[in-house]
């Protein structure tokens, strides 16, 4: 007997972007939604999670209803529905899912809460050429700087994490260090892009101990004194902190690659759009010939497409969640999850 047709409608409200994204057994990925806060948090330099959570409520359903009448799907062919539980603001994540439940209970439906960096880690699944496990993942955005050992869906183990700033987040304060103004990562990327490699050597941190852990605070630090002794130079300034940040991500993962003896590398989160990331990435492996992965730029931030995805293959192994408990993890670690 074959096996029935899943469609799962995916919902990502963590932070400031309203995502969602459906996914079919059959046809892959056949609608994704998008939309950015980006204007409404400008003017304060950064997430206003009060002000993330109200937009949230307004744009969920209206871009629930786009992607179904682009995708010509029913709210009744939906099979499951997904939705970011966690990691992420409390708030915003509330939004979410509340209205993935409240759907889900009208449709006589399951929903799952989906780990946001699971999302993440399986978004370059959603792209013709996929990696196959096991790979390392470096995963890289605004609040989390990972290296994972992946061997299966939902079987993670956590090699090194930032020890505070992760590095999407460095980028944004040292943007915001150079008036570069909100969001600052793409902003600091397009600068540095003006300046001159090798003006200032910025440290590559805790590169010269064992270990796969980060830190990034103390570039970001580096960057401020190096800015108020040299006002003048803020594109070499941009470039010198992009590539220390760039080159401390290429060396852990390199690290992790041979600590593990995995040949495949996946990154992604908002980070992984960095274009000099991406180059400086494909030479190292390529240097110890090793496979590199990423999503589409479409995927690399926050997006409704990712959850969907994750969400299907969680309902494809069978795991459901019939109490239609509104349920949220502000805190979670990718070792708690189930595999599949």
Request: glycine share 10%; charged share 20%.
């Amino acid at each position: 007997m074959a096996n029935p047709k899943l469609i799962t409608l995916g919902i990502e409200s963590s932070c400031d972007e309203t995502g969602i994204g459906i996914y079919s057994s059959e046809e892959g990925l056949i609608s994704h939604k998008l939309f950015s806060q980006i204007e409404l948090h400008a003017e304060f330099g950064g997430v206003v999670p009060e002000l993330a959570s109200r937009d949230h409520i307004q744009k969920t359903l209206p871009l629930i209803n786009e992607a179904l009448e682009e995708s010509d799907v029913n709210l009744a062919d939906i099979t499951g529905i997904a939705y970011t539980a966690g990691p992420g603001l409390a708030g915003a994540l509330l939004v979410g899912g509340s209205i993935a439940q409240s759907l889900a209970w009208g449709l006589n439906i399951p929903a799952l809460g989906i780990h946001h960096m699971e999302g993440h880690l399986l978004a370059p699944l959603l792209e013709l050429e996929k990696p196959s496990f096991p790979f390392v993942a470096l995963l890289v955005s605004g609040g989390h700087t990972l290296l994972v050992d992946v061997t299966a869906i939902g079987e993670y183990k956590i090699l090194g994490e930032s020890l505070d700033d992760a590095v999407g987040e460095a980028f944004d304060k040292t943007a915001k260090i150079l008036g570069l103004g909100y969001p600052g990562g793409p902003a600091l990327a397009k600068l540095a892009q003006e300046g001159v490699e090798g003006r200032f050597l910025f440290p590559r941190p805790m590169t010269d101990r064992p270990g796969l852990d980060f830190s990034f605070s103390g570039l970001k630090t580096f960057a401020r004194n190096t800015f108020a002794n040299f006002p003048e130079e803020k594109a070499n300034i941009a470039k010198a902190f992009e590539v220390a940040a760039t080159e401390t991500l290429v060396m852990k993962c390199k690290r992790a690659l041979e600590k593990t003896g995995f040949k495949t590398l996946v990154v992604a989160g908002g980070v992984s759009a960095n274009l000099s990331l991406r180059d400086a990435l494909n030479k190292m492996t390529k240097t110890i010939h090793a496979d590199v992965f990423y999503p589409a730029q479409d995927f690399c931030t926050d997006n409704g497409a990712m959850i969907a995805l994750a969400g299907h293959y969680r309902f494809q192994s069978g795991q459901r969640n019939d109490d239609y408990e509104i349920s949220i993890k502000p805190r979670w670690s990718l070792e708690e999850l189930s595999s599949i």
